[in-house]
């Protein structure tokens, strides 16, 4: 392609103005909307594949937008009352349509990529963890874009209106929103009975992904490998419908789109576990002596080695040959509404655990121990204060001999509700002999870490739920 046609076309076409309208709306949308985005180990700016996985969440909106203004630049010629004047000259057809679909997925692209450094230089400050596992998440969203324009250009080519860039905008849109509600989706139950929704083969045509809930998941390989398929042939669709002159020729051009589906639908997974999978490197464990984090937070490792140790230590006080003797970043990932598994012999805990997440010091040496003796069992994803949170308040203030506000209940405003409950059942439990002390801590500690019993109610010296 001509350098000084494209350098004309990227200065007289809707190309750059495709671009500028993804790059600012993503900015605005994550700068502007106080989302999930900005909080916790899985903020966009916080770990690479976070940051892939955020942005490509964004093309719910910016596909559709995509698809619209590709569209717009496809009813150039029509506009322009040219097509009769330029079939008319001896320049091959497809050369004609790669200059405006080239200038327009080059902006796209450089539009994407600008997003993409914007997020990268806030997370090469935040973190020491690099890697290239986030590339071919941020590479398929890129080709998301570019395929969407060149298929709006060429549907515009083949019914030149007004009316079809905002038909074929909105078209896109129900496509995305379809695609990750009821088509893309299948109602199962979690093991306690409660309906789940699990996204299924079909969600995985849209361009946009689930959204982000734990630092340690990405997608998985065959993911990319369909979803490439799906959008090349979507991409050649597009570019056979730019140059086809026959009413023959476009219909034959919905082939590569539907070639490209059924080649991605043979190829993507259709278990949600191998769609959205265990990052194993950023898994990976990095430890000092028995206190371990994720390679993916190994710069936090120096603030909770010390308080790990303490709050081991103070364990192995209390309980003695029961104590768990080891602290470890929790990797697991397990789907939302399921019950969580603990370990009796190993402390886990989360960076983004409601008593973990800010603590420092002392405060983690009480979070450390109130995950070593009564582990929360709400239900993966969901959230709320009651027995758990009761047991763990009474079972710290029984290691350390005094009860006080556990870490990230004073900000929340939880800890004169968890005092009240607290408080009585930690007094009359002190006031036992030894013998029943340790009795109801067991029956606690038994409840916890099955999580088929009620450990407050243990502790009050009641029975299961």
């Known amino acids: 392609m001509n350098t000084t046609v494209l350098r004309t076309e990227l200065r007289r076409s809707v190309a750059p103005w495709a671009g500028a309208a993804v790059l600012t709306g993503a900015l605005a949308f994550l700068y502007l909307i106080d989302g ?18 955020w942005t490509r969440g964004l093309l719910f909106y910016l596909w559709p937008l995509t698809v619209g203004l590709g569209a717009l630049q496809g009813l150039r010629d029509h506009r322009s009352r040219m097509p009769e004047l330029l079939s008319s000259t001896p320049r091959p057809a497809w050369q004609r349509a790669a200059v405006p679909a080239g200038a327009t997925a080059l902006a796209l692209a450089c539009a994407y990529v600008l997003l993409v450094l914007v997020g990268g230089v806030q997370v090469f400050a935040h973190t020491d963890y690099t890697h290239l596992g986030w590339l071919p998440i941020a590479t398929v969203g890129a080709l998301s874009l570019v395929a969407g324009a060149v298929l709006g250009m060429g549907v515009a080519r083949a019914l030149p209106s007004m009316l079809t860039p905002p038909a074929l905008t909105m078209a896109a849109f129900t496509f995305t929103v379809l695609m990750n509600a009821s088509l893309g989706h299948t109602e199962t139950a979690a093991p306690n009975g409660v309906p789940e929704s699990e996204p299924n083969r079909l969600s995985l045509l849209s361009p946009t992904v689930e959204e982000v809930h734990n630092v340690f998941v990405t997608l998985s390989a065959s993911v990319h490998v369909g979803q490439t398929l799906w959008l090349l042939g979507l991409a050649a669709t597009g570019f056979t419908l730019l140059v086809a002159a026959t009413p023959r020729t476009r219909l034959l051009a919905v082939t590569p789109a539907l070639a490209g589906a059924v080649l991605a639908l043979l190829v993507l997974p259709a278990d949600p576990q191998r769609m959205y999978v265990v990052d194993e490197s950023a898994a990976t464990p990095v430890c000092d002596g028995p206190v371990c984090v994720a390679r993916v937070h190994r710069e936090r490792l120096a603030e ?20 768990p003797d080891t602290v470890r970043e929790n990797t697991a990932v397990q789907p939302d509404g399921t019950t969580p598994r603990w370990s009796r012999d190993t402390v886990l805990f989360g960076f983004d655990d409601g008593l973990v997440g800010g603590a420092k010091g002392e405060e983690l040496t009480r979070a450390l121990v109130a995950e070593g003796m009564a582990p929360d069992c709400t239900p993966v994803g969901w959230s709320g204060v009651g027995g758990d949170l009761y047991a763990q308040a009474v079972a710290v203030g029984w290691v350390l001999g005094d009860l006080k506000p556990l870490p990230g209940t004073e900000a929340s405003g939880l800890h004169h509700q968890v005092d009240a409950q607290a408080r009585p059942v930690w007094k009359k439990l002190r006031a036992l002999p030894r013998a029943e002390q340790l009795s109801r801590i067991g029956a606690m500690r038994d409840a916890a870490f099955s999580c088929e019993g009620d450990a407050f109610d243990a502790l009050k010296g009641g029975g299961s739920r």
Do not use: N
């Not at 916080?46 to 892939?52: C, F, M, V």
């Not at 081991?312 to 040959?321: I, P, Q, S, T, V």
């Open 36 to 53: 999930s985005w900005w909080r916790g180990g899985t903020a966009w700016t916080a770990q690479w594949t976070s940051l892939a996985l």
């Open 304 to 323: 909770v080695a010390g308080p790990g140790r303490k709050a081991l230590r103070l364990l192995h006080d209390a309980l003695g040959d029961r104590a």
